[in-house]
C-alpha cells in the first residue's frame, strides 16, 4: 500500500553530479530506514546507502566521500547526492523503504538507470 517513485538517473560524464530522489506515498507512518542499493550487469545487487528514520547514513565503503543520503520525513522522500562519478558507479539504483513493524516485507523502487561515461 506505499508507493515509491524514483527519478533523477541519467547519463553523465565522468567527475560530474546527479541526485536521485525517491518519494514515497500511501500508507507511510510504518516506514523506518530508507536507502538506495544498485546493480550493474553482471554483479550482485549491493548496498549503497541507508539512513535511519532519525537521519544517521551508513555508506558503502566505494562511495564514502562522494555520495550523500538524506530524507525528508514530511516529505517522506529519501535522495542520494552523487557527486565524483565514476564509470564503476554505473548500474541501475534502486529505492528500499524497509518497515518498522516486524516481518514485513521492504518496499522497492523500480529502479532508475545512472550510466557515467569515461
Not at 528514520?53 to 535522495?79: C, E
Request: proline share 3%.
Amino acid at each position: 500500500q506505499v508507493q515509491l517513485v524514483e527519478s533523477g538517473g541519467g547519463l553523465v560524464q565522468a567527475g560530474e553530479s546527479l541526485t536521485l530522489s525517491c518519494a514515497t506515498s500511501g500508507s507511510t507512518s510504518g516506514i523506518g530506514a530508507m536507502g538506495w542499493y544498485r546493480q550493474a550487469p553482471g554483479k550482485q545487487r549491493e548496498l549503497v546507502a541507508i539512513i535511519s528514520r532519525s537521519g544517521i547514513p551508513n555508506y558503502a565503503d566505494s562511495v564514502k566521500g562522494r555520495f550523500t543520503i538524506s530524507r525528508d520525513n514530511a516529505k517522506n522522500t529519501v535522495y542520494l547526492q552523487m557527486n565524483s562519478l565514476k564509470p564503476e558507479d554505473t548500474a541501475v539504483y534502486y529505492c528500499n523503504v524497509k518497515r518498522v513493524a516486524f516481518g514485513l516485507n521492504d518496499y522497492w523502487g523500480q529502479g532508475t538507470q545512472v550510466t557515467v561515461s569515461s
